[in-house]
């Protein structure tokens, strides 16, 4: 028998019947009448309203994968920087604008619930939320895919700025519930750690297989939120693992008497899933963090097999299936997990389980800093995962044996390909791992992927020469300019139609307006009006007056010496000292904004933090200056944040030291919101230049050859600076106290680091950027070439969307239709 199930009562285009709804869901699902609902409880009532849509596509999605045995592509990552997931959802289901209405009929603003939505920060910084545009992205395409992470009780930490430092505070996002998940306690799997191998032997005392026995144990429980794609008719799952006792309380420990002891297994799966390491480029180092990778790789691969044969029986087709994908090396752990499924459980041998492995796994490179190259002593391994330490081995012999057979490599080549670090402490290379284990090897921007193949992985990509490939990253448009833009986004498709939100390449379209003055004039007031939201957020906030009418120049990102927000605020001292050196040139009003969050261990990416907020104190509040510059630096940085600041941006900072940024995504909202990028030749900047055009972008500084050239001898940041009186008066006022009256040591050592090493060439590009600074001005006041400039831009990011990048990787990595 069937039943057929009743369906979303109500005709969606009718506020009416919706806010109707929105009453039912109140009373039934919450439990409240309107007279006593809290506006949690009406957001909580809304988002109810709207899912029930959302699942039925999410249900028929699902169903249509299964039943066309569809490939499905795995994306482990670490971090989902989704963020608000409200708007996100509305909007893409085409639902925002009655939504809005039918609260406006319960005399709700969808606005004001809209920001009591916790912004879920289960991430970093770039790599997670590329993880979420790629999730979105997937949706849009069809693609049908599961993203697996970590469900994090505490995300990214809160940033509060207290005298001008950093302060970190939880971040406590499931507080109020969490509307868009479903716990599948059904969902469930064990995770071992600890304990011994065994072997099995068979007839004639001859070795079957390896059984793993774990000492400690817990369970990873699913919980599923729906990703919606544009227009709503592909839904895909976000599965995030949370951890679980298996025993809540070891009995036998309490009744002998060890309380604390009882609730060992408790408390370890608690810590599992609690807390995100916030730092983005340290290695985070601690035991809890390979756990935390085992733990979600453990987890999410179980669930993939687990699909996999029920549907089709064995796993010898997983490769034709499966895709899965691992967002850098953080869940490289899978790749010797996968193999103990299939050797130890599956009794698959050696040579198919290796082969079966590297034709589904796909692994992406985020980043070359060498501090952030995942590495594990062997011991650590050995303790937690004996069984994935004999695998590693294996794996290994088997590399270094086809690395020899090459003729390739002399003993030092052989030394450097090697999973194991035999310098000092023996560790295993995470990178190497994941190389190994993959059939693609990707960067994430043109100029990244080239020294990938140069420097890191110079020898893996040697050896097998076909496995390194570039991606460029990419953004989705939703979130990145439909929602967070909609007065762009509304005159765009006054303009050129509504055909560029179902194909973000046909903003092309716009850019012919560029010279119409008419049209300029229509762009500039709506980047004005995306100004003064933001200055009205920066008063409400930091009770700080900024004037709409002033170039707005933001850089928001984590704080990192590479970054080089430190060359930012350097020139803003040369500058600040020049307005009151030279009152009487006509100078040009500016806002620099900052925005970013250090790692709580990070000590310069601190320092500079509170630099900021010193140069700030001063630089506002002296008369001399006329309000011709102020600098803010918003606290918590987050997605939210983003999407009122960038849209809000005339100029955007992309100046990391060249061949530091992979990529950069930021770099790419902004131009696709209609900011001019100044920028270096690193990451993606270099592909926005080619296809912005260089006269629409300010490029300066040195190339990644020339800062190689430069460490590689005779650079000497001294003389550099002695030969730039702006520079000089600039580093010698902050290191002797101007800025720090209260201490006037605390910039020596940083200010130091650019004298007597200047690894990230602050000094060595200052000089350039200070002059691109001064021909931005010099745009700015010739204002109609300034729109012209920056309509260009938003007509030519286009490509920048992820969808493509999603499609790329659809074609040329998983090999699925897209
Ligand atoms: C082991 C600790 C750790 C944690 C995170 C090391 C490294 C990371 C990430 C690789 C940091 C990150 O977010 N990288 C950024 O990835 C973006 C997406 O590809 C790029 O656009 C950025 O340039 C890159 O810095």
């Known amino acids: 028998m069937t039943f057929e199930l009743p369906k979303p009562p109500v005709d969606d285009a009718d506020p009416k ?85 039918a609260l406006a009929e319960l005399k709700v603003d969808i606005d004001v619930i809209a920001a009591l939505e916790p912004d879920a920060a289960l991430g970093n910084g770039g790599l997670g939320r590329l993880a979420a545009c790629f999730m979105e992205s997937m949706a849009t395409v069809g693609i049908p895919a599961h993203g697996y992470g970590i469900r994090y009780a505490n995300g990214m930490f809160r940033q509060e700025i207290s005298d001008g430092w950093q302060v970190e505070l939880p971040e406590t996002w499931l507080d109020h519930g969490n509307p868009w998940e479903f716990e599948r306690r059904e969902r469930a799997f064990g995770v071992g750690f600890g304990g011994s191998v065994e072997s099995v032997t068979g007839e004639g005392g001859r070795l079957e297989r390896h059984v793993w026995k774990p000492t400690d144990h817990v369970l990873a429980v699913a919980y599923d939120t729906p990703v919606v794609g544009w227009r709503g008719t592909h839904v895909n799952t976000l599965r995030l693992w949370s951890g679980m006792p298996v025993d809540p309380i070891l009995l036998d420990r309490f009744n002998a008497g060890d309380h604390i002891g009882a609730l060992a297994e408790s408390n370890m799966a608690d810590a599992l899933s609690r807390v995100l390491y916030p730092a983005d480029s340290h290695k985070a180092g601690q035991e809890l963090r390979l756990k935390q990778e085992y733990f979600f790789s453990s987890a999410s691969l179980q669930d993939i097999l687990q699909r996999h044969i029920s549907q089709y029986g064995d796993l010898s087709s997983l490769p034709d299936k499966a895709a899965i994908h691992m967002n850098d090396t953080h869940p490289a752990i899978a790749v010797p997990e996968l193999m103990r499924l299939l050797m130890d459980v599956h009794v698959v041998d050696f040579d198919a389980a290796w082969d079966i492995t590297k034709r589904t796994f796909a692994y992406t490179n985020h980043t070359l800093l060498p501090e952030a190259l995942e590495s594990w002593p062997v011991p650590l391994i050995d303790r937690l995962l004996p069984r994935h330490m004999q695998i590693i081995y294996a794996i290994n012999a088997e590399v270094l044996l086809e690395a020899r057979a090459s003729h390739k490599f002399d003993d030092e080549g052989i030394r450097r390909i090697s999973l194991i670090n035999e310098d000092g402490e023996r560790r295993v290379r995470m990178g190497n791992l994941a190389f190994a284990g993959s059939h693609s090897v990707n960067g994430v921007s043109g100029l990244h992927t080239d020294l990938m193949k140069a420097t890191v992985f110079a ?93 707005f120049d933001v850089q928001i990102k984590r704080i990192h010496e590479y970054k080089r927000q430190l060359l930012n605020i350097v020139e803003a001292v040369a500058l600040y000292d020049q307005i009151r050196s030279r009152p009487e040139k006509d100078w040009l009003p500016r806002v620099k904004f900052f925005g970013g969050k250090a790692a709580p261990s990070y000590h310069n990416a601190k320092m500079i933090i509170k630099l900021i907020n010193d140069v700030a104190k001063v630089v506002n509040r002296d008369p001399a200056v006329r309000g011709l510059l102020k600098i803010v630096f918003m606290p918590n940085y987050n997605v939210s944040l983003a999407e009122v600041m960038i849209p809000a941006a005339d100029l955007s900072e992309q100046i990391s030291t060249a061949g530091m940024e992979a990529s950069g995504t930021g770099n790419m909202k902004f131009a696709l919101n209609g900011a001019l990028t100044i920028g270096t030749l690193d990451g993606a900047n270099v592909e926005i230049k080619d296809h912005v055009g260089a006269a629409n972008i300010f490029i300066f500084g040195l190339t990644a050859d020339e800062v190689a050239k430069r460490r590689a001898g005779g650079y000497d940041p001294r003389a550099v600076i002695e030969a730039s009186p702006e520079l000089s008066q600039a580093l010698s006022a902050i290191s002797s106290g101007v800025f720090s009256p209260d201490d006037p040591e605390r910039y020596r050592d940083l200010i130091n680091g650019i004298y007597d090493n200047d690894w990230f060439m602050v000094a060595g590009d200052f000089d350039a950027y200070a002059k691109a600074q001064r021909k931005v001005d010099a745009l700015w006041r010739a204002s109609p070439e300034w729109n012209a400039k920056a309509i260009h831009n938003v007509a030519r990011m286009g490509w920048f969307s992820s969808d493509r990048t999603i499609r790329e990787y659809a074609r040329d990595i998983w090999n699925v239709p897209a």
């Open 17 to 101: 019947a919706l806010a109707a709804e929105i009453l039912r869901s109140l009373r039934y699902r919450i439990g409240k009448d309107a007279s006593v609902a809290t506006q949690y409880d009406w957001l909580d009532a809304a988002i109810q309203v709207v899912r029930d849509r959302i699942i039925e596509h999410w249900i028929s999605s699902t169903k249509q994968a299964y039943e066309e045995g569809a490939k499905r592509v795995y994306y482990l990552s670490l971090e989902f920087l989704i963020g608000r997931l409200m708007r996100d959802a509305f909007s893409n289901i085409g639902m925002l604008e009655t939504m809005r209405k």
């Open 459 to 551: 020898d893996l990509h040697r050896l097998y020469p076909d496995r390194i490939n570039n991606k460029t990253n990419g953004i989705t448009p939703r979130r990145w300019l439909i929602q967070c833009n909609p007065g762009l986004t509304g005159l765009v498709g006054k303009t050129i139609g509504e055909a560029f939100k179902d194909d973000i390449t046909r903003l092309e379209d716009i850019d012919r307006f560029a010279a119409d003055a008419a049209f300029r004039e229509k762009f500039a007031a709506v980047k004005r009006q995306n100004k003064v939201r933001l200055a009205n957020l920066v008063n409400e906030r930091l009770g700080i007056k900024v004037d709409p009418s002033a170039l």
